[in-house]
Nanobody, 120 residues
Framework: QVRLVESGGGLVQPGGSLRLSCAASGSISVFSFMGWYRQAPGKERELVASIINGVRTNYANSVKGRFTISRDDAKRTLYLQMDSLEPEDTAVYYC??????????????WGQGTLVTVSA
């Protein structure tokens, strides 16, 4: 069984920073995809940033230059450093991973979501 636990959301003023964390546990052999999505009220969930096969990173145009995705393999933790936050970044943020388990199953898992509110 694979579980994800998110932390790090909260209230921040425009221009401020937050770092989100997503800790994975379970019988994981390989992470093929790790990503952060967000969903604002009344909008569809969108992909914000991702790491593919541990190497290639991608960002939504709206966050390029402000957000940084990273991973700590030893801790099995995914991070999203968010700088120069804007009110438009307000949303519930979800981490998502696709893994291969030690018994060769492919699983797709979501974190519980963490609310980020950017407001003065």
């Amino acid at each position: 069984q694979v579980r994800l636990v998110e932390s790090g959301g909260g209230l921040v003023q425009p221009g401020g920073s937050l770092r989100l964390s997503c800790a994975a546990s379970g019988s994981i052999s390989v992470f093929s995809f790790m990503g952060w999505y967000r969903q604002a009220p009344g909008k569809e969930r969108e992909l914000v940033a991702s790491i593919i096969n541990g190497v290639r990173t991608n960002y939504a145009n709206s966050v390029k230059g402000r957000f940084t995705i990273s991973r700590d393999d030893a801790k099995r933790t995914l991070y999203l450093q968010m700088d120069s936050l804007e009110p438009e970044d307000t949303a519930v943020y979800y981490c998502n991973v696709r893994v291969t388990t030690i018994d060769y199953a492919t699983l797709d898992r979501w974190g519980q979501g963490t609310l980020v509110t950017v407001s003065a």
